[in-house]
């Protein structure tokens, strides 16, 4: 299974980044795609996640609004649209795929990671 992030950079607060995540390797036909960050000093947290299952999609509390996830099935690839960005927003964002859904955003409950991708945002 193989999963790689696309699209991080350096912006300034207010601006926007599109994150994409292709993902291959796997058969499985009831999974989910999170999406993590990690700023420095502190612990990974789910940001986004989306169903295979139905596509349904949920985000935590404080990227409500501003940060959108999607899917293109035919593609592989999931996105992350983040609009409004804040200087707290500055991580390192991973993609991950959980094999059997269970609907949540534990990071010890995703089972294949990628790499990783820097999101700066400047004051």
């Known amino acids: 299974v193989r999963l790689v992030e696309s699209g991080g950079g350096l912006v300034q607060a207010g601006g926007s980044l599109r994150l994409s995540c292709a993902f291959s390797?796997?058969?499985?036909?009831?999974?989910?795609i999170g999406w993590f960050r990690q700023a420095p000093g502190k612990e990974r947290e789910g940001v986004c996640y989306?169903?295979?299952?139905?596509?349904?999609?949920r985000c935590v509390d404080s990227v409500k609004g501003r940060f959108t996830i999607s899917g293109d099935i035919a593609k592989n690839t999931v996105y992350l649209q983040m609009n409004s960005l804040k200087p707290e927003d500055t991580a390192v964002y991973y993609c991950?795929?959980?094999?059997?859904?269970?609907?949540?955003?534990?990071?010890?409950?995703?089972?294949?990671w990628g790499q990783g991708t820097q999101v700066t945002v400047s004051p």
């Open positions: 991950a795929l959980q094999a059997v859904q269970l609907y949540d955003m534990h990071p010890s409950e995703y089972d294949y």
């Open positions: 390797g796997f058969r499985y036909d009831d999974y989910a």
């Open positions: 989306i169903s295979s299952r139905d596509g349904s999609t």
